[in-house]
T-cell receptor, first 116, second 113 residues
């Protein structure tokens, strides 16, 4: 039973436009959410996070929105750049996550392709 | 500052062979983790160590053992490798305070024939 879901395996966006990546979760005990970016043959790198007490967090071109009632979060990248082409993982942390007290539960990832 | 390092980068084993994946971090982090990533899947937690001297099972611990050798090093052992353990293995660490992001190593690509 997947507790963190990324329903779009891939997303293609034109350079300069907005990229919106979506993530849904089922476990209401999750209280902290993160986005990771991963290039081929490298480890994931942290991008941005949000606590469940907030509904928005912004860092430069990246903004994460959290809708607790819908158990949904999204990552907005504006403007999209060629270097943003990568796989993006949504992850959740919290008590009873099933991954251990401090472990992260990951979605399957969305492959973002930025077209020139 | 090398961050999180993993050795080896690649390994091919035959079914039934054993091996140890090594992980070290130089950030003075308290907590360390082992994940595996399979094609089309997210990362799944195998084991973690919240602090030196403690280890706990994650989501998929069967077939693995771990050792937190000291604060810097956290190893993952496959006693009798199986083809189902073919995967990319990532080690991660975090300071261990609440709500810190995890820092990942570059991964070890393991194939079991």
């Amino acid at each position: 039973d997947q507790q963190v879901k990324q329903n779009s395996p891939s997303l293609s966006v034109q350079e300069g436009r907005i990229s919106i990546l979506n993530c849904d979760y089922t476990n209401s005990m999750f209280d902290y959410f993160l986005w990771y970016k991963k290039y081929p043959a490298e480890g994931p790198t942290f991008l941005i996070s949000i606590s469940s007490i907030k509904d928005k967090n912004e860092d430069g071109r990246f903004t994460v929105f959290l809708n607790k009632s819908a158990k949904h979060l999204s990552l907005h990248i504006v403007p999209s750049q060629p270097g943003d082409s990568a796989v993006y993982f949504c992850a959740a942390s919290g008590p009873y996550s099933g991954g251990g007290a401090d472990g992260l539960t990951f979605g399957k990832g969305t492959h973002l392709i930025i077209q020139p | 500052n090398a961050g999180v390092t993993q050795t080896p980068k690649f390994q091919v084993l035959k079914t039934g062979q054993s091996m140890t994946l090594q992980c070290a971090q130089d950030m003075n982090h308290n907590s360390m983790y082992w994940y595996r990533q399979d094609p089309g899947m997210g990362l799944r937690l195998i084991y973690y160590s919240a602090s030196e001297g403690t280890t706990d099972k994650g989501e998929v611990p069967n077939g693995y053992n771990v050792s937190r050798l000291n604060k810097r090093e956290f190893s993952l052992r496959l006693e009798s490798a199986a083809p189902s353990q073919t995967s990319v293995y990532f080690c991660a660490s975090t300071p261990g305070r609440v709500y810190n992001e995890q820092f990942f190593g570059p991964g070890t690509r393991l194939t079991v024939l």
